[in-house]
């Protein structure tokens, strides 16, 4: 199973991104889907989860400005960024509990990240 994310890059203050995470492999089924970050010199934190039915949850710091939203049928996430600030310059993960073909339980997979990063 691999997740694979596209969309950063480089962008000014007050602009947007929309990040997109696809999931591949052998997979038999996905549960929830989300998006962390890191920043320079800090842990990776979360941004943004949302559930196979579409139930969402989001940091203090992004509600109101980043929208999360998948579709299933392409077993993608995606992370629309608006009002982008300075302190969003991160690099992004994208995580996925995924249960494969050869198991019966989920575990968590992640992408590589992807780099954000947002100038004043």
């Known amino acids: 199973v691999q997740l694979v994310e596209s969309g950063g890059g480089l962008v000014q203050a007050g602009g947007s991104l929309r990040l997109s995470c696809v999931a591949s492999?052998?997979?038999?089924?996905?549960?929830?889907m989300g998006w962390y970050r890191q920043g320079p010199g800090k842990q990776r934190e979360l941004v943004a989860t949302i559930t196979s039915g579409g139930r969402t949850n989001y940091a203090d710091p992004v509600k109101g400005r980043f929208t999360i939203s998948r579709d299933n049928g392409k077993n993608t996430v995606y992370l629309q960024m608006n009002s982008l600030k300075p302190e969003d310059t991160a690099v992004y993960y994208c995580?996925?509990?995924?249960?494969?073909?050869?198991?019966?339980?989920?575990?968590?997979?992640w992408g590589q990240g992807t780099q954000v990063t947002v100038s004043s």
């Open positions: 492999g052998s997979i038999r089924a996905i549960n929830a």
């Open positions: 995580n996925a509990d995924v249960m494969d073909v050869y198991s019966n339980g989920y575990r968590p997979y």
